[in-house]
């Protein structure tokens, strides 16, 4: 596929750069993916649009403050965004500078921790840390928002970037679907009769990183760690025996249960995944997504138009347009779904 395909035009006044005040007072667009009807709607509204024996799936990852300032031995200023953790004191990072350090070559961060960039692949650096890299990112760091908000973290980005249940460090982006969730919308869920599991993915920076080949199969997709549990797949088990649905709360949650899924039937994983998911896949697991409005030509928005069709998606973003929505981590969301909801 031709990676027009997945572009459209956004005004920048649609952009939201800042959190509503309440987090449930988004917009929601539902979108039913057979009919392709659509109906605006209001994000508290979600809890009657659920029926009960439903599965809602939320992504427990928690994002950390990683964007850490350093220098070089030089003393010129580096910028590090982790990109993922991958042990106590290692991570994968991007770097800003405005000369790319070496192999080799040490960086001494802010508070004093010294990390050592030990190798390189591709965009992402490899770097070694002198001491565990979570309390240092706790002390220094910044919360790293999405480089289209074009500004810097303010005291509110600590915890609107960030959802209620949130538990596992590791991400270095925010699962945004879930930031519309607060805690009396949770309960209202669950007194529905709303079973509702937690699995993890740990967003990193490479979400952010453009699709560079025109046709998209081509795209490299980078590697993100999850984690679905024995218990998950039994929750999983039970909603389907009682005729409910699986409802994935954000683009990475599907990601998360269709590569646990990619054997043929759901069975627990823990490790990376590079499923990249495109128009044509064939879901497993997931029957309705509760998704944020995606980047132009991003791999989110050729997944969400896998799942509800490319025409659809491309109705749906140009009806969303029209109608004013705020887009992005910050932004509306929207319901797809198949059948009665």
């Not at 990109?83 to 991007?94: F, K, N, Q, S």
């Not at 001491?131 to 002390?139: F, G, K, N, R, S």
């Not at 982006?173 to 993915?201: E, N, W």
Request: charged residues 20%; proline residues 6%; glycine residues 8%.
């Amino acid at each position: 596929m031709h990676l027009s395909a997945f572009d459209y035009q956004l005004p920048e006044h649609l952009i939201a750069r800042h959190p509503l005040p309440e987090r449930a007072a988004s917009r929601l667009l539902c979108l039913e993916r057979h009919t392709h009807h659509i109906e605006h709607a209001h994000f508290s509204t979600l809890p009657e649009r659920l029926q009960p024996n439903d599965l809602l799936v939320l992504n427990d990852t928690r994002v950390l403050p990683g964007r850490l300032m350093a220098r070089k031995s030089t003393g010129g200023r580096v910028e590090i965004l982790i990109e993922r953790v991958t042990g106590p004191r290692a991570a994968h990072a991007l770097l800003g500078s405005n000369r790319t350090p070496a192999v080799g070559s040490e960086l001494v961060c802010a508070g004093g921790a010294r990390a050592e960039i030990v190798g390189r692949d591709e965009a992402f650096f490899q770097l070694a840390f002198d001491q565990d890299l979570l309390p240092v990112l706790e002390a220094f760091g910044e919360m790293p928002l999405p480089p289209y908000l074009r500004r810097a973290a303010e005291s509110v980005d600590q915890e609107r970037y960030q959802t209620v249940y949130a538990a596992v460090p590791g991400a270095v982006a925010a699962p945004t679907a879930g930031l519309h969730f607060d805690q009396p919308l949770l309960d209202a869920i669950a007194a529905r009769g709303v079973d509702i599991a937690r699995v993890t993915l740990h967003v990193g920076a490479g979400t952010f990183q453009p699709v560079r080949v025109e046709q998209v199969e081509e795209h490299a997709i980078h590697a993100e760690w999850l984690q679905v549990s024995a218990g998950v797949c039994e929750q999983v088990r039970r909603a389907r025996a009682a005729g409910g649905r699986v409802i994935a709360v954000g683009t990475t949650s599907m990601r998360a249960l269709e590569s646990a899924a990619a054997g043929g039937a759901l069975a627990p994983m823990a490790g990376e995944t590079r499923l990249f998911i495109l128009p044509g896949y064939q879901f497993r697991v997931c029957d309705a997504l509760i998704t944020n409005f995606h980047l132009p030509k991003s791999t989110l928005l050729m997944l969400v138009s896998a799942f509800a069709g490319l025409e659809s998606i491309q109705a749906a973003y140009a009806e969303a347009v029209r109608e004013g929505y705020r887009f992005f981590s910050y932004g509306d969301a929207m319901f797809l779904y198949g059948g009665a909801a």
